[in-house]
């Protein structure tokens, strides 16, 4: 059971906590953020906020869907400075192989919302949260926005050290009317996309109800990826109250392929690693009599099939008071539950799972006990319960503009691992859900009250100079239990139970100061000084979380000593936009930024037995391995040529380096000055936007550099340059003379160059070793969208 009345009696301490500040509250896509100052700007790929002392960029939705139809919200952000993001498939949909880094920041250490309400850490492994392409489809989003130095005091997150990614949807039409878009491609892809606007109805009311469906054969093994979304939203503005409500139903199977293995030294590492399914006689003929894998393939042999499966409800309301033109309230409450599990269908005797195993069904024939396959299923299978709220007053009083609020989450959230048979003569699928296991290996439920509070003043000093300060105070209080203990030997690193009990955390003192002055009509200067902190993970047996450590002795000594993650995020740079009368040349808009990390008590997983903990399940070693210093620039810019042509080019350097050595065991481990692995030293991305008349088309380039594989920096992956080609024809009827008024035929092709190489690095947690998955391969679409 969960500590109910512990948890009530924490979030009455926090609340008399308020006056420390306020929350985090996200304004939807009418918001003030990263507005466009002029008709230029908004033609613009990417548009430059000026109102905030940080850096922000924002992308449209419109832009997003050239890039292709039905793309993850992030995966939209790979045109913007500073952000690497590649999945195995062109959307980026799969979300067991994303690999997310900005400024040398990974996506767990990043925060994350939608119209303000908060989706987590991204965390592979549910726990807190869930994916931005799960949370709203991507044709209903209005504009993301990125913060890639320290994100607003507002943002209702407790992993933001790195920066905010700020999700928008967009609000129904005005006039009655529909959209249905069907896309068609390589690997026979079928997405289907429709909505339906109700236009204006009543006393300043609006809605829209959409639906999507998206199927496509995985490009390097026989399984399909995709699922089913729904979107409702309405909208009453009217007079001084506006009342927003949002549903979102996500139900979603991803198959996954396995990440292939690389160790110093080899040549021969297979490119893909994909699962044997559906061929079943294939996969029974793969394995020996004694149902071994063949030596030859080593860590990189091949399981029957993986999947991910993730079927989440989220919706909210939220409510906004104009009590005046100098005073609003907006309060928003919001509910998410999801029920999802990763399922393997692996061989019984890779990994070291016979030893797992016999813990349970000691000297007994193994194969016979799961079925007579030679292959088991595992499992873990995650449920979230949570809620919350946010609230927030603006008032302006004279130069000063003051917000304060608070946000406020409940989650329970659980994870159990469980392990099913495959039967020889019936055989699971990925598609299905296993029922009836034969082991319950752990069973864990996490009990989560956040508290954060800001308050926020922007004065304005003189007409071209605003100055803010703010503060922001995080509270964290956690209380963790394990139902179903694992035996003895089942769990690698564990010495006996897992841990139990509660930590609690406060992060009282998040300050932030910032200048913006308006040098010139065109030219804005900014700076920004903000520190941050990451709460720990609430995560049972698994990911750096307290709840996963081997003994309820480690546990106890790391409430005592462990400390949250913290950094101080420093930001200056130079905003500019002009229009032009140089010939072709009419207009530019760009920034150029500078900025400096100090990243303190990082903290390290450390698997007892790497190479199989991912499979048998693994207690974490968890250790403050010391701090970050990172130094980076980031140059953006749009050329624009007349109004039927523009060039954008982003350059972004990024030197994170770690500042000490760390003990793993009794070894030493060199990395001191190495650079952080994962995230490349240098990138750059750039777009060539062409239209006329009714033609538009789109060229992107995407070069990302080498990037280290490993914390010692002993192994690396080459650098590679991917093209994207996007062209469209609209065809416009008169709405009187026909039902359909607006026909638009959109191609894309994805990876142009059929560039091969690395995608995703999975960081090896020592020198020699480390994981990748591979680049999809040049894939061609064909999208209609009919407007009625």
């Given at each position: 059971?969960?500590?109910?009345?512990?948890?009530?009696?924490?979030?009455?301490?926090?609340?008399?906590?308020?006056?420390?500040g306020?929350?985090?509250?996200?304004?939807?896509?009418?918001?003030?953020?990263?507005?466009?100052t002029?008709?230029e700007?908004?033609?613009?790929?990417?548009?430059?906020?000026?109102?905030?002392?940080?850096?922000?960029?924002?992308?449209?939705?419109?832009?997003?869907?050239?890039?292709?139809?039905?793309?993850?919200?992030?995966?939209?952000?790979?045109?913007?400075?500073?952000?690497?993001?590649?999945?195995?498939?062109?959307?980026?949909?799969?979300?067991?192989?994303?690999?997310?880094?900005?400024?040398?920041?990974?996506?767990?250490?990043?925060?994350?919302?939608?119209?303000?309400?908060?989706?987590?850490?991204?965390?592979?492994?549910?726990?807190?949260?869930?994916?931005?392409?799960?949370?709203?489809?991507?044709?209903?989003?209005?504009?993301?926005?990125?913060?890639?130095?320290?994100?607003?005091?507002?943002?209702a997150?407790t992993s933001?050290?790195?920066?905010?990614?700020?999700?928008?949807?967009?609000?129904?039409?005005?006039?009655?009317?529909?959209?249905?878009?069907?896309?068609?491609?390589?690997?026979?892809?079928?997405?289907?996309?429709?909505?339906?606007?109700?236009?204006?109805?009543?006393?300043?009311?609006?809605?829209?109800?959409?639906?999507?469906?998206?199927?496509?054969?995985?490009?390097?093994?026989?399984?399909?990826?995709?699922?089913?979304?729904?979107?409702?939203?309405?909208?009453?503005?009217?007079?001084?109250d506006?009342?927003?409500?949002?549903?979102d139903w996500?139900?979603?199977?991803?198959?996954?392929?396995?990440?292939?293995?690389?160790?110093?030294?080899?040549?021969?590492?297979?490119?893909?690693?994909?699962?044997?399914?559906?061929?079943?006689?294939?996969?029974?003929?793969?394995?020996?009599?004694?149902?071994?894998?063949?030596?030859?393939?080593?860590?990189n042999?091949?399981?029957?099939?993986?999947?991910?499966?993730?079927?989440?409800?989220?919706?909210?309301?939220?409510?906004?008071?104009?009590?005046?033109?100098h005073?609003?309230?907006?309060?928003?409450?919001?509910?998410?539950?999801?029920?999802?599990?990763?399922?393997?269908?692996?061989?019984?005797?890779?990994?070291?799972?016979?030893?797992?195993?016999?813990?349970?069904?000691?000297?007994?024939?193994?194969?016979?006990?799961?079925?007579?396959?030679?292959?088991?299923?595992?499992?873990?299978?995650?449920?979230?319960?949570?809620?919350?709220?946010?609230?927030?007053?603006?008032?302006?009083?004279?130069?000063?503009?003051?917000?304060?609020?608070?946000?406020?989450?409940?989650?329970?959230?659980?994870?159990?691992?469980?392990?099913?048979?495959?039967?020889a003569?019936?055989?699971?699928?990925?598609?299905?859900?296993?029922?009836?296991?034969?082991?319950?290996?752990?069973?864990?439920?996490?009990?989560?009250?956040?508290?954060?509070?800001?308050?926020?003043?922007?004065?304005?000093?003189?007409?071209?100079?605003?100055?803010?300060?703010?503060?922001?105070?995080?509270?964290?209080?956690?209380?963790?239990?394990?139902?179903?203990?694992?035996?003895?030997?089942?769990?690698?690193?564990?010495?006996?139970?897992?841990p139990?009990?509660?930590?609690?955390?406060?992060?009282?003192?998040?300050?932030?100061?910032?200048?913006?002055?308006?040098?010139?009509?065109?030219?804005?200067?900014?700076?920004?000084?903000?520190?941050?902190?990451?709460?720990?993970?609430?995560?049972?047996?698994?990911?750096?979380?307290p709840?996963?450590?081997?003994?309820?002795?480690?546990?106890d000594?790391?409430?005592?000593?462990?400390?949250?993650?913290?950094?101080?995020?420093?930001?200056?740079?130079?905003?500019?936009?002009?229009?032009?009368?140089?010939?072709?040349?009419?207009?530019?808009?760009?920034?150029?930024?500078?900025?400096?990390v100090?990243?303190?008590?990082?903290?390290?997983?450390?698997?007892?037995?790497?190479?199989?903990?991912?499979?048998?399940?693994?207690a974490?070693?968890?250790?403050?391995?010391?701090?970050?210093?990172?130094?980076?620039?980031?140059?953006?810019?749009?050329?624009?040529?007349?109004?039927?042509?523009?060039?954008?080019?982003?350059?972004?350097?990024?030197?994170?380096?770690?500042?000490?050595?760390?003990?793993?065991?009794?070894a030493?481990?060199?990395?001191?000055g190495?650079?952080?692995?994962?995230?490349?030293?240098?990138?750059?991305?750039?777009?060539?936007?062409?239209?006329?008349?009714?033609?538009?088309?789109?060229?992107?380039?995407?070069?990302?550099?080498?990037?280290?594989?490993?914390?010692?920096?002993?192994?690396?992956?080459?650098?590679?340059?991917?093209?994207?080609?996007?062209?469209?024809?609209?065809?416009?009827?008169?709405?009187?003379?026909?039902?359909?008024?607006?026909?638009?035929?959109?191609?894309?092709?994805?990876?142009?160059?059929?560039?091969?190489?690395?995608?995703?690095?999975?960081?090896?947690?020592?020198?020699?070793?480390?994981?990748?998955?591979?680049?999809?391969?040049?894939?061609?679409?064909?999208?209609?969208?009919?407007?009625f």
């Amino acid at each position: 059971m969960f500590r109910r009345k512990l948890m009530l009696r924490r979030v009455l301490l926090a609340a008399s906590a308020l006056s420390l500040g306020g929350i985090a509250h996200a304004d939807d896509a009418n918001s003030r953020k990263a507005k466009p100052t002029t008709k230029e700007s908004s033609d613009s790929i990417v548009v430059l906020a000026h109102r905030t002392s940080r850096s922000a960029v924002t992308i449209s939705g419109a832009e997003m869907q050239k890039l292709l139809p039905g793309i993850n919200p992030l995966k939209a952000l790979e045109t913007l400075p500073g952000v690497v993001y590649q999945t195995a498939d062109p959307w980026g949909n799969n979300e067991q192989n994303i690999t997310l880094y900005i400024h040398g920041f990974n996506q767990q250490q990043l925060g994350y919302t939608l119209d303000g309400v908060p989706l987590g850490d991204q965390n592979y492994g549910n726990y807190n949260g869930l994916s931005p392409q799960r949370a709203v489809i991507s044709e209903n989003v209005g504009q993301v926005t990125l913060s890639s130095g320290a994100g607003d005091l507002a943002t209702a997150s407790t992993s933001n050290l790195g920066g905010t990614i700020d999700t928008f949807t967009s609000d129904p039409k005005h006039r009655f009317g529909g959209t249905i878009g069907q896309s068609f491609g390589s690997f026979s892809t079928f997405r289907t996309y429709a909505r339906i606007d109700s236009g204006d109805f009543g006393n300043g009311n609006t809605a829209y109800v959409s639906f999507a469906r998206q199927d496509a054969r995985a490009w390097d093994f026989a399984g399909h990826q995709g699922g089913y979304q729904v979107n409702a939203k309405f909208v009453h503005d009217a007079g001084n109250d506006r009342l927003v409500g949002y549903f979102d139903w996500s139900d979603k199977v991803e198959p996954n392929e396995d990440s292939t293995v690389h160790v110093a030294g080899e040549k021969s590492a297979p490119y893909v690693r994909p699962f044997l399914y559906p061929d079943f006689n294939a996969a029974l003929n793969y394995l020996s009599a004694t149902g071994a894998t063949p030596a030859a393939a080593g860590s990189n042999y091949r399981n029957y099939y993986s999947d991910a499966q993730r079927t989440d409800y989220l919706g909210y309301l939220k409510w906004t008071h104009r009590f005046s033109d100098h005073l609003h309230w907006s309060n928003q409450i919001y509910y998410h539950h999801d029920d999802g599990a990763g399922v393997v269908a692996g061989p019984i005797t890779a990994a070291g799972l016979p030893a797992l195993f016999n813990v349970y069904f000691p000297g007994q024939n193994l194969k016979q006990i799961f079925g007579g396959s030679g292959y088991a299923t595992r499992t873990t299978e995650y449920l979230i319960n949570r809620g919350g709220y946010l609230t927030a007053l603006d008032w302006t009083a004279g130069r000063n503009t003051i917000e304060i609020g608070a946000w406020v989450e409940h989650n329970e959230s659980s994870q159990f691992r469980r392990w099913y048979p495959l039967f020889a003569n019936d055989p699971s699928t990925p598609y299905e859900r296993p029922t009836g296991p034969l082991i319950t290996q752990y069973g864990s439920q996490i009990a989560t009250t956040e508290f954060q509070t800001h308050i926020d003043d922007r004065i304005q000093v003189t007409k071209t100079i605003v100055a803010t300060a703010g503060l922001k105070s995080s509270m964290q209080f956690a209380d963790g239990q394990v139902p179903v203990q694992p035996k003895l030997g089942s769990l690698v690193g564990s010495t006996g139970l897992l841990p139990v009990g509660s930590i609690d955390t406060t992060e009282a003192f998040l300050p932030e100061f910032g200048l913006t002055w308006n040098v010139t009509h065109g030219e804005q200067l900014f700076a920004n000084i903000q520190r941050n902190a990451r709460q720990f993970m609430t995560y049972g047996a698994g990911g750096l979380s307290p709840w996963s450590l081997g003994s309820q002795a480690a546990f106890d000594l790391f409430k005592q000593t462990g400390k949250p993650e913290t950094s101080w995020t420093y930001e200056a740079g130079l905003r500019s936009q002009h229009r032009l009368d140089l010939g072709w040349l009419t207009g530019f808009e760009g920034q150029a930024e500078y900025y400096h990390v100090d990243f303190s008590n990082r903290l390290l997983s450390i698997s007892a037995t790497p190479v199989i903990s991912s499979i048998v399940g693994g207690a974490a070693i968890i250790a403050n391995v010391g701090s970050v210093t990172t130094d980076g620039v980031d140059l953006a810019g749009t050329l624009h040529f007349g109004p039927h042509l523009s060039v954008y080019d982003a350059i972004s350097y990024n030197n994170s380096r770690y500042d000490n050595d760390y003990t793993s065991g009794t070894a030493l481990v060199p990395t001191a000055g190495k650079k952080v692995p994962g995230s490349p030293e240098w990138m750059n991305k750039s777009v060539i936007s062409a239209n006329w008349g009714d033609f538009d088309a789109q060229l992107t380039g995407d070069y990302v550099g080498k990037r280290y594989a490993t914390y010692t920096n002993d192994l690396s992956v080459k650098s590679f340059f991917l093209l994207g080609l996007q062209a469209g024809y609209r065809i416009e009827l008169p709405r009187a003379q026909t039902f359909l008024h607006d026909i638009y035929l959109q191609g894309n092709i994805t990876n142009l160059n059929n560039q091969r190489g690395v995608s995703t690095v999975v960081v090896g947690a020592a020198s020699g070793t480390y994981n990748t998955f591979p680049i999809a391969p040049r894939m061609y679409f064909l999208t209609v969208t009919a407007h009625f």
